[in-house]
Each structure stands twice: as C-alpha cells, then as structure tokens.
C-alpha cells in the first residue's frame, strides 16, 4: 500500500470521508457493541489520538510490545485475556458497508456449539481460487483436503474462546512470548473436525490491499455517501 501508508496506518486511510476502521466501529455501534479490541503495530501510536468516539477501544499494542504485526492468530492469542467468551474478529482493512454484527448472528452461533462461524464472499479478481468451501449443511470446508467450490475468507467470524486454548492452540493466552502465527491452520483443523460453520455473504466487501483497490472505492461512480 506504499506510499498511502508511508505516514498513515491502513486502516486509518479515508474511505468515502471516513476512516476505514470507522466503517467497522460505526456498524458495531449501531449493533450494541460497547467494546471493542484493536490490535495495532504499523505507527500504532496513531490510534491513541483516532479514538475518541463514545465507545470503548482498548489497544492492544503488538508493534509498540513485539515490534511488529503478530498475524491473526498470534494477535488474537495475546489478546485473549481481554475478549470474552464469544467475539466478533474483523480485519481493519477490509470494508464492508451494510455488515450487521447482529446480536442474532451471536445467539445462532452459541446455541450451534460451533467453534467459529465465518463470513465468505464471492472471490475477487485477486484471489481467484479462494480460502474455503461451503457445504450445503452450512459448515466451513476444508479445499485443501476435498475438492469443493470456494469461497474468499471476508475476514469476519465469530469465535468462540475455546477455539484459542488447549488441544486447539498451543499459544498461550496472553501470548507473552510474541509468537507470530496465521489464523488459516487452525481454521483449517477445526473444520476438519466439522467445529465451524460458515455462511455466504453477498454484500459490498473490499479487501483494501492495493493503492488501485483503495482508488476505486474512493471513485466519484462507486461511492455512497457515508451513514
């Protein structure tokens, strides 16, 4: 994303006259959320002066802690401590205008025992083989064992904290070592043991992930004035 984010971390970029994270806050506002948690690293200091919205915003600060990003799974699990028993995870850099973090999504998942429920969308041009399968019960596959349909990642899920200890993940909470690690492996095991479910989603979503990507949601043809 050089040079947009030579002086601005990503998720801090305007999208549509309001920063790209705002977009997830505002929609998690509108849902009742009052907490929330963000992972930092890339000039992390720059969020202590963003949020200043009424609602609560606790950092946890990997680049400052680590001196550097901890991947997903590896920022989760220093985390942990802090999350509850069920919670929502969003990539800052993906934009999804419409997306409802409802509380019918956080009862449905509870009551179905799952370890994670994940959010896929269509592949975009730059992930053309996608991340995961879908089968017709609504559970997460894994294609690098069976050959099915794909679908891209959105980056949107709900976990369920069990998924992030023992047998599952042998990061400890907290992660006091700073261990770096990718979220997929895990995923990939517990949809082996058919623990997670999945569900289509048809909505605006971008991964923000090129200076051309970024242009074109700032183009005058696509946007929408923001809510």
Not at 21 to 41: F, K, P, S, Y
Not at 212 to 226: K, M
């Amino acid at each position: 994303m050089r040079p947009l984010t030579d002086h601005t971390p990503k998720p801090l970029l305007q999208v549509q006259g309001r920063a790209l994270i705002d977009w997830h806050l505002q929609a998690l506002r509108t849902a009742g959320h009052e907490r929330v948690l963000v992972n930092t690293a890339w000039l992390g200091e720059q969020f202590r002066a963003h949020f200043s919205q009424p609602l609560s915003v606790t950092l946890s600060e990997e680049g400052e802690d680590f001196g550097g990003a901890l991947e997903t799974l590896g920022g989760i699990a220093r985390a942990l401590p802090l999350l509850a028993e069920v919670f929502w995870v969003a990539a800052a850099d993906v934009f999804t205008p419409g997306f409802e973090f409802s509380a019918e999504a956080v009862t449905k998942f509870i009551t179905s025992g799952r370890l994670g429920h994940l959010w896929l969308v269509p592949n975009p041009e730059h992930n053309p083989q996608g991340d995961f399968g879908l089968s017709p019960e609504g559970l997460a596959i894994n294609t690098s064992l069976q050959k099915h349909s794909t679908y891209t990642f959105s980056t949107i899920a709900l976990y369920r904290r069990e998924l992030f200890e023992p047998p599952w993940c042998d990061i400890a909470p907290g992660n006091p070592a700073g261990l770096k690690a990718p979220l997929a492996p895990l995923l990939r095991r517990a949809m082996d043991a058919q623990r997670v479910s999945a569900e289509l989603y048809h909505g605006p979503w971008a991964d923000v992930g090129t200076p051309a990507r970024y242009q074109l949601l700032n183009s005058p043809i696509l946007t929408t004035p923001p809510a």
